[in-house]
């Protein structure tokens, strides 16, 4: 589902220092994801871990290394094949990105409408989907309306309403408190139980604790314990 | 379920183009464009109908006119003789005398009642700067010949014409390389204020011919209801032009006397319709193209 082999990344250097000058953010990362399966991402801030969940989403190319996602090799997929892939993977990004004029019903429709699903039929699936996320209530409001834990289901509902193949959630307990966390953990566990592959990237410790599952740990952009 | 009416066409438009590609600015200098396209390719197609009209004009630049003996009496060959000799000419053709028969018949009918005289057409070398001197050369060269010169000033204000008609092209081209500049810098501002929205999309898995597509769509409108007023502006504009210029570009003989209700059309019948009706869909498909070019070629960025 995901395999890393000797994975670098390495930002371009701001203007005006020399190539190569600069830190790798990610560096000789070598794992597998088995398909189906839970992973916690872990590492203190400006570990690396949202630079890794950009290469598996397809936002990013590394630097050097292979990295094979849904069974495409990136190094080899040709750049007009990447969005059919992208729209097979499910992303709560850490600051959630929901359009701000758009309400959270076509914030949530817009993965659906981007691959051309028929209006007809679209606006009953993001019905459930916002169901699910219990947002029914806040469909028609804007994001700038909605509480952290609010926007960050409306976030969840925008990833998971293309039932993705592969669901990565970049700290999406972030800032809410305990009893929210868990609500979104339940979701994110709801859909491995569905099939879906998920990684949630975390730095909280005790949800860690209170959903055990296997771990990529990363420090300073290099993997130190996988499993 | 009853949807709210206002919110759907919002949720079509994640972008949010029709705020960031408003419709204050961008028509209303398309319109500036289009009307001045108008002007342009109605100034094409007048200097084109002049050129058309004056051709057969300026074909003789200059005819030498013999009496009607001359053929006979051994004058026309010495003319053409001593014509030819002048570096001006660069040809001199005794017209021939059915074709002079046939250029008469409307003034003279089927057979004249007397001997048509010999007309000598000549071919200069370059236009004279000074067509009265170069009328009395020839005079001074051909004894008992009358000179016409007037092709020569024919030939000048065709040579006029053509340059307008030039310029008018030039004029045309430059409107519309302008147009494409305007439309590439519009979307080009559109994009920076929408770079998140358009990022946001990229990441969901938009292909670059969709969110090219929509900046283009809204383009394409945008310049199209542009080029659509410019040119409803330049109608009238054009039909005055139309009317000062008809005495040079010929009206049907019977148009004096056509009833005033069918005089007050003329100057409209002759506007360049189809290049008019034309120009806003012409404009829509520049501004489309523009704008799928300046945002695909912005999208190669991203990965
Ligand atoms: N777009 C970027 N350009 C340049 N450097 C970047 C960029 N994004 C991240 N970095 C750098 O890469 C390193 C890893 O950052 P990353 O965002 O992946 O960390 P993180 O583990 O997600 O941290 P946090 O827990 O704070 O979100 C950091 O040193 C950061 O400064
Ligand atoms: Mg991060």
Known sequence: MVRFAGVGLRYAEPPGRPPGAGQAALQDLTFTLPSGSFHWLLGESGAGKSSLLRLMQLAQRPTSGVVEVLGADLSRTRRRALPALRRRIGVVWQDFRLLPHLSVRDNVALPLRIAGRPEAGLLADVAEMLRWAGLDARADSLPAALSGGEQQRAALARAVVMRPALLLADEPTGNLDAAQARRILALLQEMHRLGTTVVVATHADALVRAFPAPALRLQGGRLMSHG | ?303
Request: glycine letters at 8%; hydrophobic letters at 60%.
């Open chain 2, 1 to 303: 379920m009853a949807e709210p009416r206002l919110r759907r066409p919002r949720g079509r438009d994640p972008l949010g183009l029709r705020r960031a590609l408003s419709g204050r600015l961008l028509p209303g200098l398309v319109a500036a464009m289009a009307l001045l396209a108008a002007l342009a390719i109605a100034g094409a197609r007048g200097a084109a109908g002049l050129t058309a009209r004056w051709e057969g004009g300026a074909a003789a630049a200059m005819t030498v006119q013999l009496p009607p003996a001359a053929a006979a009496d051994g004058r026309l060959s010495r003319a053409l003789e001593a014509l030819t000799e002048l570096p001006e000419v660069a040809a001199a053709r005794a017209m021939d005398q059915a074709r002079l028969a046939a250029l008469l018949r409307p003034w003279l009918g089927e057979s004249p009642a007397f001997p048509l005289p010999v007309v000598i057409e000549l071919r200069l070398a370059a236009l004279p700067e000074d067509p009265a001197w170069l009328t009395s050369r020839i005079a001074a060269a051909v004894p008992g010949a009358s000179v016409e010169a007037h092709g020569v000033w024919v030939a000048r204000l065709l040579a006029l014409a053509r340059s307008l008609e030039a310029v008018a092209l030039a004029a045309l081209l430059l409107v519309a390389g302008i147009a494409v500049a305007v439309v590439a810098v519009a979307v080009r501002a559109g994009i920076a204020a929408r770079r998140d929205a358009i990022a946001l999309l990229h990441d969901l898995g938009a292909t670059d011919a969709d969110i090219a597509g929509r900046f283009a769509a809204r383009a394409a409108w945008l310049v199209g209801v542009g080029g659509l007023l410019g040119t409803l502006l330049a109608v009238p504009v054009l039909a005055g032009f139309a009317n000062l210029a008809a005495p040079l570009l010929g009206s049907s003989p019977g148009a004096g006397l056509a009833p005033p209700w069918q005089q007050a059309w003329q100057p409209w019948a002759r506007l360049p319709w189809p290049e008019l009706a034309a120009l806003p869909l012409l404009a829509a498909a520049l501004g489309w193209a523009t704008a799928q070019a300046t945002v695909r070629r912005w999208l190669r960025r991203l990965p």
